[in-house]
């Protein structure tokens, strides 16, 4: 099944770059195409990271966004559909909603038979539980909600897990998945990088190269995400 993949969350530093990077990794290593956009203008994480398949996009310009969904036009006639994942940056939660409400995309991808997929990456703060209610207040029945316990940015959720948001998203037939954290250092020495995880895994030469024990570590890591992400119609 084709998917679009919105990565969200509307604040900053709840790790939406990362699990965007994380779900980039688990379509590549299942040989799985798909094609990235990054809208965050100031630190462009994906494209960083994953530049041959991620390239920047305007949330704030119709023609940015219409990019988005034009690579859904052309595959039929190659006989697949591609699956597409989104980077949204922080407050783009307005524009996104004004461009799917207005082009009526979720009825057009429908059509399509393309799944749309929100991702709300959330932190242990109230925050990421009011805008998970804002979310679903935007969309309702007409999308899939995939919520994300980012364990990298907390450990107590049960504000979250015991919200009347979390019960409506449940309600509306949403995935609740867990991201764990990876060791800190690790992922400094990664980002320094500006390497993708299996570069990171492999690259022994760099300055910044990851030890044995880190190179393990993260391939644990990427285990367990996987088998998180494996439960889910991506």
Do not use: C
């Amino acid at each position: 099944m084709s998917s679009l993949n919105f990565i969200g969350g509307e604040k900053g530093g709840v790790g939406k770059s990362v699990l965007a990077r994380v779900l980039a990794q688990y379509f590549i290593d299942q040989d799985k195409a798909f094609i990235g956009f990054d809208t965050d203008r100031s630190h462009t994480s994906f494209t960083r990271f994953y530049a041959d398949y991620a390239s920047p996009v305007l949330v704030d310009s119709y023609e940015g966004l219409d990019r988005v969904v034009s690579v859904f036009e052309s595959a039929p006639e190659q006989g697949e559909l591609p699956r597409v994942i989104v980077d949204l940056a922080a407050q783009t939660a307005s524009p996104l909603a004004r461009w799917i409400q207005d082009s009526d995309l979720l009825s057009l991808l429908a059509d399509l038979g393309v799944r749309v997929n929100f991702w709300h990456v959330a932190d242990a703060g109230k925050d990421s539980v009011d805008l998970l209610g804002r979310l679903l207040e935007t969309y309702g029945s007409a999308a899939n909600y995939i919520i994300v316990k980012n364990q990298g940015r907390g450990t107590d959720f049960s504000q979250l897990e015991t919200s009347a948001a979390m019960a409506k998203a449940l309600e509306l037939g949403a995935t609740v998945i867990s991201l764990g954290q990876l060791h800190e250092a690790s992922m400094r020495k990664i980002d320094r990088q500006n390497a993708s995880f299996w570069a990171a895994i492999h690259q022994r030469s760099e300055p910044d190269a990851l030890g044995m024990l880190e190179r393990q570590r993260v391939k644990n890591w990427l285990k367990k995400s996987y088998e998180s992400l494996d439960s889910l119609t991506l």
